[in-house]
């Protein structure tokens, strides 16, 4: 049975920092793994879609990569603003279809 | 191109009661999954459509259901509520191509 891990909980830092959100999963046959924003009392926000045959993937700011080996993905945010607070979600699909296997997510507020 | 939409947006009803939930995909989109997310068990995914026939089931009880129509769109319904189903239902349909995951703005339903 998939299990997925996010680290820390919670994260708080100082605009302009660079930060690391980890995500462990404990079954390496997976198919993909997406990176999602929520905010509060909102739904999810697409970020980054890695294939299980891809390293990583950037879209501005941000930058997952992926080690299927080690059950390990982390997203990096690059020079972080305050609209960057919200919860973050890592996701496992090991199908292919939409059973999504989520982690516990890891709320991050930047301040000012 | 309009994303996810799901209606309606929050609901209180009271134990015993039944409830259902509608969620339109994106244009294109066939297949749809629905997430029920609490404090306390984090997102859980409780089924999939695609073409009108479920693909996949996740552990909830019979109680719990749904189905999608030949235009995509789904519902799913929940019969003799309880408390604990308290939640948000969060809806995704899927972009066949990448297998990326869209998901609606949620359905937040209160049992009393």
């Known amino acids: 049975k998939q299990e997925v891990t996010q680290i820390p909980a919670a994260l708080s830092v100082p605009e302009g920092e660079n930060l690391v959100l980890n995500c462990s999963f404990t079954?390496?046959?997976?198919?993909?793994l997406q990176w999602f924003r929520q905010d509060p009392g909102k739904g999810l926000t697409s970020l980054l879609l890695?294939?299980?045959?891809?390293r990583e993937q950037t879209s501005g700011r941000l930058n997952a990569s992926l080690d299927k080996s080690s059950g390990r993905s982390t997203l990096y945010i690059a020079a972080s603003q305050p609209g960057d607070s919200a919860t973050y979600l890592c996701?496992?699909?090991?199908?292919?279809?939409?059973?999504?296997?989520f982690g516990t997510g890891t709320r991050l507020l930047v301040s000012p | 191109k309009a994303g996810v939409t799901q209606t309606p947006r929050y609901l209180i009803k009271t134990r015993g009661q039944q409830v259902t939930l509608s969620c339109s995909p994106i244009?294109?989109?066939?297949?749809v999954s629905w997430y029920q997310q609490t404090p306390g068990q984090g997102l859980q995914f409780l089924f999939e459509?695609?073409?009108?026939?479920?693909?996949n089931k996740g552990n909830f009880p019979g109680r719990f259901s749904g189905r999608q129509f030949s235009n995509s769109r789904s519902e799913m319904n929940v019969s003799t509520l309880e408390l604990g189903d308290s939640a948000l239902y969060l809806c995704?349909?899927?972009?066949?191509?990448?297998?990326?995951?869209?998901f609606g703005e949620g359905s937040r339903l209160t049992v009393l």
């Open positions: 079954d390496s046959a997976i198919y993909n």
């Open positions: 459509y695609f073409s009108e026939t479920q693909r």
């Open positions: 995704a349909s899927r972009d066949r191509e990448t297998g990326e995951l869209f």
């Open positions: 244009s294109g989109h066939r297949s």
């Open positions: 890695i294939q299980s045959s891809q």
């Open positions: 996701a496992v699909s090991s199908t292919g279809f939409q059973k999504l296997v």
